[in-house]
Nanobody
Framework: QVQLVESGGGLVQPGGSLRLSCTAP????????IAWFRQAPGEERDGVSCILSSSSVGSTYYGDSVKGRFTISRDNAKNTVYLQMNSLKPEDTAVYYC???WGCGYTPLATDFNFWGRGTQVTVSS
C-alpha cells in the first residue's frame, strides 16, 4: 500500500508563511502528478495546487484563492513535492493532503488521485 507523508503544517499568524512537504518512502513520485488538497471542517476536499510529472515539464495548476500566494514545486532527487504558502489568511485554515495521480486535469478532483497522505493541519490565526 502506497502511503504519502505530509509534513510542515502548524499554527501561523495571518500574513505568515509555511512550507509543506510531501514524500513517499519506498515509492517514486517522479512519474506522477502530485496535488495538494485541503479540507476545512464541514466542507468538501478542494484541489489547491497540482504539478505534473517532470516528463510533462512539471506544469502547474493553482486554485483562484491561492494564485500569487502559493507555489508548488518538486525535487525529484529528494522524492519530495513542496507547497510554499505565503501571505496566509485565516480562510486557509484546513487539513492539507497530498495525493498522487496521473494528471491534474482542468481542475484537480479528489476522485482522480490514487494515493493519499493522512494530512497535516494548517491553522492561520492571531
Amino acid at each position: 500500500q502506497v502511503q504519502l507523508v505530509e509534513s510542515g503544517g502548524g499554527l501561523v499568524q495571518p500574513g505568515g508563511s509555511l512550507r509543506l512537504s510531501c514524500t513517499a518512502p519506498g515509492f517514486s513520485l517522479d512519474y506522477y502528478a502530485i496535488a495538494w488538497f485541503r479540507q476545512a471542517p464541514g466542507e468538501e476536499r478542494d484541489g489547491v495546487s497540482c504539478i505534473l510529472s517532470s516528463s510533462s515539464v512539471g506544469s502547474t495548476y493553482y486554485g483562484d484563492s491561492v494564485k500569487g500566494r502559493f507555489t508548488i514545486s518538486r525535487d525529484n532527487a529528494k522524492n519530495t513535492v513542496y507547497l510554499q504558502m505565503n501571505s496566509l489568511k485565516p480562510e486557509d485554515t484546513a487539513v492539507y493532503y497530498c495525493a498522487a495521480g496521473w494528471g491534474c486535469g482542468y481542475t484537480p478532483l479528489a476522485t482522480d488521485f490514487n494515493f493519499w497522505g493522512r494530512g497535516t493541519q494548517v491553522t492561520v490565526s492571531s
